[in-house]
């Protein structure tokens, strides 16, 4: 077979995203249901306190994510279980919504746009790195 694609190094400035899965996400199926619907948790970036510290980004603040593909805003959550320089996004969650910087609704029915993944990942990338960006402005509008 192939051998695996070599995997870049980290600069300095960028954290390595990681996505994982929750068992009741913002999916069609779970959206649909309304008793299903309460468990989706809201999306948040998880780092280590360290990381978030660093960057002056206190839990519950906006953080954008930037990646070569696209960029988010989302609020931060510090986790010490995590290691420096990762970050953890949750795939198929909404993430609030900050209109003001740049926050994205689906245009069909206004809701916030799901695959937060999608956007930042390159499917044919062996890793995906992101830069954190501070954000300023606090006025947020939770989604649902």
């Known amino acids: ?63 954008r994510v930037r990646s070569a593909r696209g960029d988010l805003v989302v609020l931060a959550e510090g986790d010490p279980g995590l290691d420096r320089g990762v970050v953890v996004l949750t795939s198929h969650l909404a993430a609030e919504v900050v209109p003001s910087l740049g926050g994205r609704r689906n245009p069909d029915d206004g809701r916030p746009r799901t695959s937060v993944g999608c956007g930042l990942v390159d499917a044919f990338a062996p890793v995906t790195d992101v830069r954190l960006e501070t954000v300023t402005d606090t006025s947020r509008e939770t989604a649902p």
């Not at 779970?30 to 998880?46: G, K, N």
């Open 1 to 63: 077979g192939e051998a695996p694609a070599p995997v870049p190094r980290l600069d300095a400035y960028s954290h390595r995203l990681v996505l994982r899965r929750a068992l009741y996400d913002a999916g069609t199926l779970v959206a649909a249901s309304p008793s299903l619907a309460p468990l989706a948790a809201p999306q948040r970036l998880a780092a280590h306190p360290g990381e978030l510290a660093r960057l002056g980004v206190a839990d519950g603040s906006p953080v």
